[in-house]
């Protein structure tokens, strides 16, 4: 069994989660997009069939799919406790928890955001914090009035994150924060301790072609890359193996030191278990080309 394979057995028998990419990474450039390395992503309000925490366990360890990243809305909030014993209960490692920040104020997450912070902190969950701002929080600022309000309020967060043992994930949802250039200019301003990003392809067709050369950049700071179908200029969400460009890109990561996990997005709105499936068959299609 890979050391990867047991790592993340152990781990998932707990939701005391450790969360940086050094003290999880795979063994070779071949087991990086191996089912164990899988993290499912934009599974929760995606989901037409509404399943609850214990079915959503259930059929992440039927898939063989280990690690969960969670991304919520409001009306998931109650049932945050039911996930975690659920997700324990089926040895599903909660990788990482989604924050939406629209709120303008530096230490104050918005009244959902903190409502699911207090329930981390009485449920001692260790995870990554995946995050990302609204428009409107960078609204008429200039760049550097942009990156200097980001700045105060990551810095911040990473206060609270690493009192609770977190790690912090700028994600790249578009607009000028979602700009990996201008998030590694954050880390260049505040480091990299307990710091990192998350890439995700269906916000980067624009960036199809820049691919290479940010990851080139981004490698050291990665978090987790997020997978999708990819057509330059095309639909946001393509499942995997229906674009054209996403081989390249696949290729790109292999060739590259990047050695995190991989997410596979459920993001439509039917069964993401059906949406799941069609993914992993895409993805299988894919490895089998890489050179």
Same mark, same amino acid.
């Given at each position: 069994m890979k050391v990867f394979s047991i790592v993340s057995i152990v781990l998932g028998l707990s939701v005391l989660i450790s969360c940086s990419i050094e #003290?999880?990474?795979?063994? *070779?450039?071949?087991?990086?997009f191996d089912q164990s390395n899988l993290i499912a992503w934009c599974i929760v309000p995606f989901d037409s069939e509404e399943r609850s925490p214990e079915e959503r366990a259930a059929m992440l360890q039927e898939l063989g799919i280990s690690q969960l990243a969670y991304d919520w809305r409001q009306q998931h909030l109650p049932t945050f406790e039911a996930e975690l014993e659920a997700l324990k209960k089926h040895n599903i490692?909660?990788?990482?928890? %989604?924050? %939406?920040i629209d709120q303008d104020s530096v230490g104050y997450l918005g009244e959902d955001n903190e409502t699911l912070w207090d329930k981390m902190v009485a449920n001692e969950v260790r995870t990554e914090c995946w995050f990302s701002f609204s428009p409107q929080y960078f609204e008429g600022l200039s760049d550097e009035e942009k990156r200097q309000r980001a700045i105060r309020f990551i810095a911040d967060f990473r206060k609270r994150a690493k009192q609770q043992n977190c790690t912090l994930g700028m994600y =790249?949802?578009?607009? %000028?924060?979602?700009?990996?250039? =201008?998030?590694?200019?954050?880390?260049d301003s505040l480091g990299s301790d307990h710091l990192g990003m998350?890439? *995700?392809f269906h916000h980067a067709h624009h960036e199809i072609n820049e691919f290479p050369a940010l990851?080139?950049?981004?490698?050291?700071?990665?978090?987790?890359? #997020?997978? *999708?179908?990819?057509?330059?200029?095309?639909?946001k969400?393509? !499942?995997?193996?229906?674009?054209?460009?996403?081989?390249?890109m696949?290729? !790109?990561?292999?060739?590259?030191?990047?050695?995190?996990p991989i997410g596979i997005i459920g993001h439509q709105d039917r069964d993401v278990k059906e949406v799941l499936v069609q993914n992993l068959r895409g993805l299988n299609q894919l490895k089998a080309e890489l050179k």
């Open positions: #003290n999880r990474p795979v063994t *070779n450039s071949h087991s990086l490692d909660l990788r990482a928890v %989604w924050f %939406w =790249n949802h578009g607009d %000028w924060f979602g700009n990996p250039i =201008n998030q590694l200019a954050i880390i998350v890439y *995700n990851l080139e950049k981004m490698q050291d700071h990665l978090l987790c890359i #997020n997978l *999708n179908g990819m057509v330059e200029g095309g639909e969400i393509v !499942a995997l193996g229906e674009g054209d460009r996403e081989l390249e696949l290729q !790109a990561i292999q060739n590259s030191n990047y050695r995190g």
